[in-house]
T-cell receptor, first 111, second 113 residues
Framework: DAKTTQPTSMDCAEGRAANLPCNHSTISGNEYVYWYRQIHSQGPQYIIH???NNETNEMASLIITEDRKSSTLILPHATLRDTAVYYC????????????FGTGTRLTIIP | SQTIHQWPATLVQPVGSPLSLECTVEGTSNPNLYWYRQAAGRGLQLLFY??????ISSEVPQNLSASRPQDRQFILSSKKLLLSDSGFYLC????????????FGNGTRLTVT
């Protein structure tokens, strides 16, 4: 699986959009981008995934660049409960048994 | 619906004692199963994963072992705990459906004293 690079930490004001970047410059054509988040002392929670088109669900939006070498997770109206560590990983759509995570981005929502 | 159960939630064990953490999955057959560890303030470290009964892949040589005696049961063990085994242990599963995400349990916080 391709390696990802994320900023160590970010702050965002409550009510604003939180934009979390992820670089995955070595992504392969069959690899999807997945985002998870981990609230303190809990197991990580799946947020969203995508291949090349932008995706949106009830939690967030995922914007993937045309060359697929980077992506941005957008939380449109951040709340204090969105304070968490956000992980971006890339996963092949087959033969993807081994799933490793980086250190993620610690997002702090400021009141 | 698919659910994962992991227990206990917290555990305090003395150095040199054995360990057994259990994880069970419901609502899916033949899932991929995973054990991760998270040291305080650190990222998720993949310890073991399994694609079937009795099939265990180890990612980090250490004081721990894993077993999968049944399709939806995954056990993490140690014969003698070390202080460095302290951490937050997370079990996860992934169904065989294409593009299905990982689902994590609530974790076990292990403190070795």
């Amino acid at each position: 699986d391709a390696k990802t690079t994320q900023p160590t930490s970010m702050d965002c004001a409550e009510g604003r959009a939180a934009n979390l970047p992820c670089n995955h410059s070595t992504i392969s054509g069959n690899e999807y981008v997945y985002w998870y988040r981990q609230i303190h002392s809990q197991g990580p929670q799946y947020i969203i995934h995508g291949l090349k088109n932008n995706e949106t669900n009830e939690m967030a939006s995922l914007i993937i660049t045309e060359d697929r070498k980077s992506s941005t997770l957008i939380l449109p109206h951040a709340t204090l409960r969105d304070t968490a560590v956000y992980y971006c990983i890339v996963v092949a759509n087959f033969g993807n048994e081994k799933l490793t995570f980086g250190t993620g981005t610690r997002l702090t929502i400021i009141p | 619906s698919q659910t994962i159960h992991q227990w206990p939630a917290t555990l305090v064990q003395p150095v040199g004692s054995p360990l057994s953490l259990e994880c069970t999955v419901e609502g899916t057959s033949n899932p991929n199963l995973y054990w991760y560890r998270q040291a305080a303030g650190r990222g998720l470290q993949l310890l073991f994963y399994s694609v079937g009964i009795g099939q265990i892949s180890s990612e980090v040589p250490q004081n721990l072992s894993a077993s999968r005696p049944q399709d939806r049961q995954f056990i993490l063990s140690s014969k003698k705990l070390l202080l460095s085994d302290s951490g937050f242990y997370l079990c996860a599963f992934k169904s065989r459906r294409a593009l299905s995400p990982l689902h994590f349990g609530n974790g076990t916080r292990l403190t070795v004293t």
